[in-house]
């Protein structure tokens, strides 16, 4: 009995110098984990660039409030990693067919990054209903011909909102002076904007005290093209491989009503889901055409690997009539 007795305060001896052991390691871990959690990591400071413009229009870099400003967007968008390397990866892709749009309306190649910094290049939806890369609100886009309905919303159409948004701004420019205060205007309104301007007598964005959100506009549009065109200096460093290429489309021509475009996606060789990634302006699962509108045609782009794309039959057939009475006329 003793000697079992001393075995067993032998093991119970054994067990309490392995767990104080195991206890001893568990601490020094956590310490190591707390040390590495409190140890700052390095951050690199921003240098903001002696000279900047927008548009070709000097920033007045020797305004100290203005510096201020121009430093807080860009620290805040350089760190801001995710979101800045994702405009970066989507600026690939969408960049190469804003530009030539932006150049045919004779607007400065600069308010590409107005976008950037309204959407972040994507099909966004703010809380108060703009949407699209330009942020439309329904009513202005109305006004700029853009098509909003329950089935069809242009303003999630890039091409159509670019266009129809360099008509905003041709008319900002011409009611508020100059590109600055007209990319103002985009945020605040021409009204709003020469409203401040007028009132303060003064006749630049620069030297007028606007709302929160319009005083930062304007230099988050100036941050983000400083970063996007010097991307490395701030570190986003990125293979060609990882940027978003564009989308090789082919463009089926439709005239008349489509019932059910999932079927007319499958009938077309791809998917629900493509068709609508390819257009999201259309935003239900059919297109209704009036037979009355005999002027109505859509453009719908579809992946070239599907299958090979033909006129609708609507179309082909209306071709044909105007085929037959060239013909007919001829032979008159």
Request: with cysteine; charged share 25%; hydrophobic share 40%.
């Amino acid at each position: 009995m003793t000697y079992l007795y001393r075995v067993i305060l032998v093991v119970l001896l054994i067990a309490s110098i392995f767990l104080g052991y195991l206890s001893y390691e568990m601490e020094l871990k956590i310490k190591d984990l707390e040390r590495q959690s409190i140890e700052p990591t390095f951050i690199q400071d921003v240098v903001l660039p002696h000279e900047f413009d927008f548009c070709g229009e000097a920033v007045p870099m020797n305004d100290p409030e203005v510096r201020e400003r121009f430093d807080f967007e860009l620290v805040v968008n350089v760190h801001l990693h995710a979101r800045t390397m994702l405009v970066l990866k989507r600026a690939h892709r969408w960049f190469p067919q804003i530009e030539p749009i932006l150049k045919e309306y004779n607007i400065p190649d600069d308010f590409k990054y107005l976008a950037v910094i309204e959407s972040n290049l994507s099909n966004a939806v703010s809380p108060v209903g703009a949407s699209g890369f330009w942020q439309f609100m329904d009513r202005t886009g109305k006004e700029f011909d853009l098509e909003i309905t329950d089935e069809v919303d242009e303003r999630y159409h890039v091409l159509k909102a670019t266009r129809a948004a360099c008509e905003y701004l041709q008319w900002a420019y011409n009611k508020t002076g100059n590109w600055t205060n007209a990319a103002a205007a985009y945020n605040a309104g021409v009204h709003g904007i020469n409203k401040r301007l007028e009132k303060q007598q003064v006749s630049s964005y620069y030297d007028a005290i606007v709302p929160r959100e319009t005083s930062r506009y304007i230099f988050r549009i100036l941050a983000l093209k400083e970063i996007m065109k010097n991307p490395t200096k701030y570190k986003f460093e990125m293979t060609e491989r990882n940027l978003y290429s564009e989308l090789p489309v082919r463009v089926v021509k439709v005239d008349s009503t489509l019932a059910d475009l999932r079927q007319f996606a499958i009938a077309q060789g791809t998917t629900y889901k493509l068709f609508k990634y390819y257009n999201p302006w259309l935003r239900m699962d059919k297109l209704t055409i009036s037979e009355k509108d005999t002027s109505k045609i859509y453009e719908i782009f579809l992946p070239v690997n599907s299958k090979e794309g033909e006129l609708h039959p609507a179309i082909q057939q209306k071709e044909k009539q105007e085929k037959d009475t060239i013909l007919k006329l001829k032979n008159e």
